[in-house]
């Protein structure tokens, strides 16, 4: 996905790759806008690829139902006629006044002229906590997330966590895996009910009170996990894979010393999408303003309103509404 980088001078630079920055790419292309996004994950997409791309996702306009990384591809295909540049598994360290517009520098130095900056980044960088047991493991039989079931076919599976994402991928995994088993460290869940008893109904074995607390391996990698029971009871598990759904901490990063109006890891905005920094806007999960719905079908309405002031911004004699799409030619 990732795209060139040779060219550096760009409309807007977006940052966040999720589906409000992606069709915030689409939207500026059709406004004949030159785009840049800008993301640290390695994939379009955003939280929906790294965290539940095979979810089904049940409130986008249009779809009774629509997986994941359907919904993300379609995003993809629908911007890539106007071929925005993709600049993925980097991240956007500071951001300066200059001479028209602002500078983007990113962490490998490389530095993007942009007319004006819109912020996408969701919930910004999410880090996944650690399973302590599974130290040195991760990527050698202990995973994250989920972006494919096939890695998992076949294999005895051990998802660690109470949470709805656990529980997505205990249900998602147990048709292609030999077993699943989850293991969480207290009785009560955070899962919704609904949730924890479809997978009890299924047979899912399933561990409380318990913790992992060794990961052990034959000559073909990880073969077995040990746990340990409230009360001192040891248990071994076979798993060639462990989910370590655990949950996460996330953070703006950098962009929080970018001098916007931020709070609790929100950027506050006016009905332009326009934030407190001239040239910047921001929309999708990291925008605030009062009443505001986080949807994934709000930040594309955003994503919209913020492209079409942009345009605007960029070239005063522009139109703010240049027409509905289904009337061009």
Do not use: C
């Amino acid at each position: 996905m990732s795209g060139p980088t040779g060219e550096s001078t760009f409309d807007i630079v977006i940052i966040g790759a999720g589906p409000t920055g992606l069709f915030a790419a689409y939207y500026a292309g059709f406004r004949g806008l030159s785009t840049a996004i800008v993301d640290s994950l390695p994939e379009a997409g955003g939280q929906i690829t790294a965290m539940y791309p095979e979810k089904m996702i049940y409130d986008v306009g249009g779809f009774p139902a629509v997986r994941g990384r359907d919904l993300v591809k379609g995003l993809v295909d629908q911007a890539a006629p106007w071929k925005p540049t993709y600049l993925l598994g980097r991240k956007a360290e500071t951001l300066s006044q200059a001479e028209g517009g602002l500078d983007v520098t990113l962490d490998d130095g490389q530095v993007l002229r942009a007319g004006s900056v819109l912020i996408t980044a969701g919930i910004g960088e999410f880090t996944p906590r650690p399973l302590p047991a599974g130290d040195g493991w991760l990527g050698r039989g202990m995973v994250h997330f989920v972006p494919s079931f096939d890695a998992h076919a076949g294999h005895h599976v051990v998802v660690v966590g109470g949470g709805d994402s656990a529980f997505d991928w205990v249900l998602a995994l147990r048709p292609v895996a030999a077993s699943v088993t989850l293991v969480h460290r207290r009785a009560k869940f955070r899962a919704a009910e609904s949730i924890v008893r479809e997978a009890r109904d299924l047979g899912v074995r399933i561990i409380t009170d318990a913790e992992v607390t060794e990961f052990r391996e034959n000559g073909d990698g990880l073969a077995e996990i040990e746990v340990e029971v409230k009360g001192g009871e040891r248990v071994v598990l076979p798993a060639q894979s462990v989910v370590a759904a655990l949950g996460f901490t996330a953070d703006l990063g950098p962009i929080e010393s970018w001098g916007l109006e931020i709070d609790h890891r929100s950027i506050s905005v006016d009905s332009t999408m326009a934030t407190a920094r001239e040239r910047v806007y921001a929309a999708g999960d990291v925008a605030a303003y009062p009443g505001k719905v986080k949807l994934i079908a709000t930040g594309f309405g955003e994503a919209a309103t913020a492209v079409n002031n942009i345009a605007v911004m960029l070239d005063p004699d522009a139109h703010l509404f240049p027409g509905h799409s289904s009337n061009v030619e």
